[in-house]
């Protein structure tokens, strides 16, 4: 069996890290899609000064720093130590934001706190059965909070438990698992663990790119009261 966290590390030695500017010349900024400079931004999540917002497979930090930056009090989780160095190194001057080295289910089900938002960008909640974990974070939103997460559309009749892999080097690539479902798939999902004002929407990939990648967005939110 793969060993998620040689995985990821073996991963995060194939990505670059994230420029130093954005196409407006921004410092930070966030991400939905495979795609810099495209898409739609962080105001899904209504970022506020002082809300919790917690990010999973945070990668090398980009999208939880921007969040940090307008005042949310931000936490990046990642599999990958090597991930998490690196986001370290780059963002720890940021007083708002913290990063934990760590599995996303442990994470959720440890119950420490509630968070107004709970996002995914590529990340964690693609690579987890989400049986396991939208019960999870259902119960570490705050009402109201919300849950949001980006990957790749599903291949067409391709859909729950799929494998992926990734290189590194000559060797055999990891194998690793990840859940695809189609936009209806995604909303019924949600809407039968309770989220409401459930969204999917698939974004293009830009034109005149060599290997546009389309991106799948769905988000929902708990409810602010309920029984």
Sequence with gaps: MTDLAVAWDAYSRSKPP???TNAAGQRTWFNWTAHPDHG???DLLAPKAGARMLDLGCGKG???????TLGVH????DLSALQIDAARERWEHLPTLAFQQGDAVEYLASGA???????????????????????L????LAPGGRLAFSHRPPFHGCYGCQAG??????????VIRRWDYTPEMWHDQLTQHGFT???????????GVAKPTDTMLVHGRRPASFR
Excluded: C, K, M
């Excluded at 980009?62 to 940090?68: E, K």
């Excluded at 931000?74 to 989780?77: R, S, T, V, Y």
């Excluded at 004002?197 to 034109?207: A, H, R, S």
């Design 165 to 174: 892999f990734i290189r590194h080097g000559n060797q055999e690539p990891f």
């Design 74 to 77: 931000a936490i990046g989780l």
């Design 137 to 140: 974070a259902w119960q570490r």
């Design 197 to 207: 004002d459930v969204g999917t929407t698939v974004i293009p990939g830009p034109e």
């Design 18 to 20: 994230r420029r130093s």
């Design 62 to 68: 980009g999208n939880i720093a921007h969040l940090a």
């Design 40 to 42: 739609p931004t962080e």
């Design 113 to 135: 706190g509630w968070f107004d938002a709970i996002y995914s960008v590529f990340g964690a909640l693609w690579f987890i059965d989400p049986d396991t974990w939208l019960p």
